[in-house]
Nanobody, 123 residues
Framework: QLQASGGGLVQAGGSLRLSCAAS????????MGWFRQAPGKEREFVAA????????YYADSVKGRFTISRDNPKNTVWLQMNTLKPEDTAVYYC??????????????????WGQGTQVTVSS
């Protein structure tokens, strides 16, 4: 019901845009988040956006470089990633929080998860 795509291999300093397509539920009313997980590390918060798309929250490590956005009629959430660094290498997951106004950085607040897309940044 959440399908993430857009990952790939990019050089440091480059850009990628991840997409998350939602289907099957009223995801338009849910807050959405992006998380990432690098090998051997715990899944960590990247960014979140409320259901209306007018409030966002970012991890300090990506603030100023990444932008989360959404288009509810298209049931899609994006993560624009600029000025990528090797430490951004991870599998990126989109997730949905049934609390539409929440901008939670907590993994366990999100009930629905996509399958993940690999982002690799070479130095």
């Amino acid at each position: 019901q959440l399908q993430a795509s857009g990952g790939g291999l990019v050089q440091a300093g480059g850009s990628l845009r991840l997409s998350c397509a939602a289907s099957g539920r009223t995801f338009n009313l849910y807050a959405m988040g992006w998380f990432r997980q690098a090998p051997g590390k715990e899944r960590e918060f990247v960014a979140a956006i409320n259901w209306r798309g007018d409030s966002t929250y970012y991890a300090d490590s990506v603030k100023g470089r990444f932008t989360i956005s959404r288009d509810n009629p298209k049931n899609t959430v994006w993560l624009q990633m600029n000025t990528l660094k090797p430490e951004d290498t991870a599998v990126y997951y989109c997730a949905a929080d049934q609390s539409g106004w929440s901008l939670s950085p907590q993994v366990n607040e999100y009930a629905y998860w996509g399958q993940g897309t690999q982002v690799t940044v070479s130095s």
